[in-house]
């Protein structure tokens, strides 16, 4: 297949573009940093620093939409929300005016959301059919998915990909947290009562790339793994694997008087788990945090 990519320098980008490489792929990467791109991919991958620098004419079989800037990178002021929802909402409808204008369709199309969809919902657990809590999370994630929505009218067989905590040693949460918990300073959020829906970056991407090649598949599927933990149990879990202790707790209080709105990241709590991903057959390498933290961390 061609298939063009935006985020494809990101945390879960710069894991799945060199399985698809492998898997034969020819890839077109959309990105702001061509020198970081050429150094990850070399001449195996073409660039483009701009959507209408993507030829019209030319073949295109799947696109695969995972551009956003981080979520939890800085706090949510009126002007980092502006470039989060642009980023995401913005570059999304751009990406699908682009596939208007085209004659030839590519046949799928793979966009990013997040479980953050749902919002804060406690003990509830979440299927894909589930309603949501309002808040920011979710009207992020519902803008972001709607931008999408217009391809499927086109004929373009698409998958909205709620993704949760992705577990992988080079980056996202478990890079920030491996050297605080090294230490003996991991330590639970709040009560530690709140879900957490994760799922190993290998099985992240084999989500991807099974998705990209099954036709029978599209809507809503939630990228988390069977087995969401409470935050309490991540914290005891990871502080096994690594051996060291973690005693700290974080109230509540503290974290919303320094984190403002964003905190409700890391208090909220969204049990989500994949049912339409288990219905498609879909086999997870790490079904539970023991296993993921064995694969990821070896």
Same mark, same amino acid.
């Given at each position: 297949?061609?298939? !063009?990519?935006?985020?494809? #320098?990101? &945390?879960?980008?710069?894991?799945?573009?060199? %399985?698809?490489?492998?898997?034969?792929?020819?890839?077109?990467?959309?990105?702001?940093?061509?020198?970081?791109? /050429?150094?990850?991919?070399?001449?195996?991958?073409?660039?483009?620093?701009?959507?209408?620098? $993507?030829?019209?004419?030319?073949?295109?079989?799947? *696109?695969?939409?995972?551009?956003?800037?981080?979520?939890?990178?800085?706090?949510?002021?009126? @002007?980092?929300? %502006?470039?989060?929802?642009? @980023?995401?909402?913005?570059?999304?409808?751009?990406?699908?005016?682009? /596939?208007?204008?085209?004659?030839?369709?590519?046949?799928?199309? +793979?966009?990013?959301?997040?479980?953050?969809?749902? =919002?804060?919902?406690?003990?509830?657990?979440?299927?894909?059919?589930?309603?949501?809590?309002?808040?920011?999370?979710? %009207?992020?994630?519902? =803008?972001?998915?709607?931008?999408?929505?217009?391809?499927?009218?086109?004929?373009?067989?698409?998958?909205?990909?709620?993704?949760?905590?992705?577990?992988?040693?080079?980056?996202?949460?478990?890079?920030?947290? +491996?050297?605080?918990?090294?230490?003996?300073?991991? =330590?639970? !959020?709040?009560?530690?009562?709140?879900?957490?829906?994760?799922?190993?970056?290998?099985?992240?991407?084999?989500?991807?790339?099974?998705? /990209? #090649?099954?036709?029978?598949?599209?809507? *809503?599927?939630?990228?988390?793994?069977?087995?969401?933990?409470?935050?309490?149990? &991540?914290?005891?879990?990871?502080?096994?694997?690594?051996?060291?202790?973690? &005693?700290?707790?974080?109230?509540?209080? $503290?974290?919303?008087?320094?984190?403002?709105?964003? @905190?409700?990241?890391? +208090?909220?709590?969204?049990?989500?788990?994949?049912?339409? !991903?288990?219905?498609?057959? $879909?086999? $997870?390498?790490?079904?539970?945090?023991?296993?993921? +933290?064995?694969?990821?961390?070896?």
């Amino acid at each position: 297949m061609h298939i !063009l990519i935006t985020g494809g #320098t990101g &945390f879960i980008g710069s894991a799945l573009c060199p %399985q698809l490489l492998i898997d034969g792929h020819q890839l077109t990467l959309l990105t702001r940093r061509p020198e970081r791109t /050429l150094r990850l991919y070399g001449s195996r991958v073409k660039v483009i620093r701009s959507l209408t620098e $993507f030829p019209n004419d030319a073949p295109l079989d799947a *696109v695969i939409n995972l551009a956003g800037e981080g979520i939890t990178d800085r706090p949510w002021s009126v @002007s980092r929300k %502006q470039v989060l929802e642009a @980023s995401r909402i913005a570059l999304t409808q751009e990406l699908v005016a682009v /596939l208007r204008r085209r004659e030839q369709k590519p046949a799928v199309m +793979l966009s990013g959301s997040a479980v953050g969809w749902y =919002g804060h919902q406690g003990d509830t657990v979440l299927e894909e059919s589930a309603g949501f809590h309002e808040e920011y999370t979710h %009207q992020l994630c519902d =803008g972001w998915e709607k931008a999408a929505l217009p391809v499927s009218e086109m004929g373009v067989r698409l998958c909205l990909l709620r993704t949760g905590v992705v577990l992988g040693r080079s980056g996202g949460m478990l890079k920030r947290l +491996l050297p605080v918990f090294g230490l003996g300073l991991g =330590g639970r !959020l709040g009560s530690g009562e709140q879900w957490l829906p994760w799922i190993a970056m290998t099985d992240c991407v084999n989500v991807i790339r099974a998705l /990209l #090649t099954d036709s029978t598949q599209s809507g *809503v599927f939630n990228v988390v793994a069977p087995k969401p933990v409470s935050n309490a149990e &991540f914290t005891a879990t990871l502080a096994q694997a690594l051996g060291r202790p973690a &005693f700290l707790n974080l109230p509540a209080s $503290f974290l919303r008087m320094t984190m403002g709105e964003m @905190s409700a990241v890391l +208090l909220g709590s969204t049990r989500a788990v994949p049912s339409r !991903l288990l219905e498609a057959g $879909f086999k $997870f390498r790490s079904r539970t945090l023991e296993d993921c +933290l064995r694969n990821e961390l070896g």
